[in-house]
């Protein structure tokens, strides 16, 4: 084989691809790498904005569907304070409406003063009067009990509960014909039995649709304690409203699922309070 290339017996030879460099040592012009830098600075630039066109946006309903549970948990948070400030003004209120039937005069005029007083102050006036200027937390014999706000917000609860629940006692037993005191006196009762065992018993039919109209309201005021940093039901709402971009069209079916839980709640209490009403004859 001839050394020298270009007989007509030499082989061909493949040579490997040469790659053209710059001065750099880069394999591309530097118009070409601005340009490649210029494309993958703009699509980065463009990816988030691509993504964010490309997220779903939930309808109205939907984002009601998707936050009711926690809506839920935060209406039955709702119905816990208002049995539990019923429960309490219905004990106070008892006790205090027999006071005001008490035969001492002291007794029954303080009674008296302290049930008009709490009737006719706005419940949120006493709400915030409960909630500033009770301690955040009890000494009892060397122990700390704390108290939360939604434990403040009962007792303020409680105590417009307090005075009409003393009110309906009162009206009840006024209300019994005075022939019952008679006849009881006549067998020798005292006052006490004569109101424990006679009155009272009868006034139950009297108190209870009163009553029941007294724990609707109850159950409708608690939403005022969202104003007083309660997390209820109210609260939730404003937080998932916020949550989801503070978007216009989501206030309304927010809020308005609020007001169905309320209504669905409330309205079959009215409905066997008129029923209760018609059949103890009350009206």
């Given amino acids: 084989m001839s050394d020298h290339p270009g007989r007509a017996g030499d082989l061909p030879v493949l040579l490997p691809f040469a790659v053209s460099r710059t001065r750099a040592g880069f394999p591309?012009?530097?118009?070409?790498?601005?340009?490649?830098?210029?494309?993958?600075?703009?699509?980065?630039?463009?990816?988030?904005?691509?993504?964010?066109?490309?997220?779903?946006?939930?309808?109205?309903?939907?984002?009601?569907?998707?936050?009711?549970?926690?809506?839920?948990?935060?209406?039955?948070?709702?119905?816990?304070?208002?049995?539990?400030?019923?429960?309490?003004?219905t004990l106070a209120g008892v006790g205090l409406g027999l006071a005001m039937l008490s035969e001492g005069r002291v007794l029954r005029r303080v009674a008296w003063a302290v049930t008009q007083f709490f009737r006719n102050v706005p419940w949120l006036v006493l709400l915030f009067f409960?909630?500033?200027?009770?301690?955040?937390?009890?000494?009892?014999?060397?122990?700390?009990?704390?108290?939360?706000?939604?434990?403040k917000a009962t007792g303020g609860f409680a105590l417009p509960v307090m005075a009409n629940v003393a009110e309906i006692v009162r009206g009840a037993v006024r209300s019994v014909p005075t022939t019952q005191w008679e006849a009881s006196e006549s067998l020798a009762f005292t006052r006490r039995q004569t109101l424990w065992r006679i009155i009272l018993p009868q006034c139950v039919k009297r108190m209870l649709p009163p009553w029941m109209?007294?724990?609707?309201?109850?159950?409708?005021?608690?939403?005022?304690?969202?104003?007083?940093?309660?997390?209820?039901?109210?609260?939730?709402?404003?937080?998932?409203?916020?949550?989801?971009?503070?978007?216009?069209?989501?206030?309304?079916?927010?809020?308005?699922?609020?007001l169905l839980c309320f209504f669905l709640y409330c309205y079959p209490i009215d409905r066997l309070t008129a029923h209760l009403e018609r059949r103890f004859e009350t009206r």
């Fill in 28 to 89: 591309f012009h530097p118009l070409q790498a601005w340009l490649l830098g210029g494309g993958l600075a703009g699509g980065l630039l463009a990816l988030p904005a691509w993504a964010q066109s490309g997220s779903v946006v939930l309808s109205p309903l939907e984002v009601v569907v998707r936050w009711a549970p926690l809506l839920l948990k935060g209406f039955a948070f709702n119905v816990a304070i208002s049995l539990i400030a019923m429960m309490l003004g």
């Fill in 213 to 258: 109209n007294v724990y609707a309201l109850i159950a409708m005021a608690t939403v005022q304690a969202s104003i007083v940093g309660v997390t209820e039901m109210l609260t939730l709402t404003a937080q998932v409203h916020a949550a989801e971009g503070g978007r216009p069209e989501l206030f309304a079916p927010l809020y308005g699922f609020a």
């Fill in 130 to 151: 409960v909630m500033f200027l009770v301690p955040f937390q009890v000494t009892v014999l060397g122990f700390r009990i704390p108290l939360p706000d939604w434990v």
